[in-house]
């Protein structure tokens, strides 16, 4: 069974910055993706940004430049680093890890709440 464990949301005033983390625990296949996505009220769950177990990343549009994520292959554990917030960031923010062998399997953290005041 897979566990991913986020850390790091909380309240932040526009400009400011937060640092979510996510540890994945269990059996994961070594070659895998994982990723943050969030999901505001009313609205569906996108894709902020993934990572390749070999370092390749994906970003968002509405993220480039102000988020960067990260992983620690050795600790299964993915990183975010989001810089110049802004309100409409302001979402509840989701961990995943997918991988293949032979099936595809994804599987999610319970998520954390960011809230950007302005």
């Known amino acids: 069974q897979v566990q991913l464990v986020e850390s790091g949301g909380g309240l932040v005033q526009a400009g400011g910055s937060l640092r979510l983390s996510c540890a994945a625990s269990?059996?994961?296949?070594?070659?895998?993706?994982m990723g943050w996505y969030r999901q505001a009220p009313g609205k569906q769950r996108e894709l902020v940004a993934d990572?390749?177990?070999?370092?390749?990343?994906n970003y968002a549009d509405s993220v480039k430049g102000r988020f960067t994520i990260s992983r620690d292959n050795a600790k299964n554990t993915v990183y975010l680093q989001m810089n110049t917030l802004k309100p409409e960031d302001t979402a509840v923010y989701y961990c995943?890890?997918?991988?293949?062998?032979?099936?595809?399997?994804?599987?999610w953290g319970q998520g954390t709440q960011v809230t950007v005041s302005s």
């Open positions: 269990g059996s994961i296949f070594s070659d895998n993706a």
């Open positions: 995943n890890v997918r991988y293949t062998n032979r099936e595809t399997y994804v599987y």
């Open positions: 990572i390749t177990s070999g370092g390749a990343t």
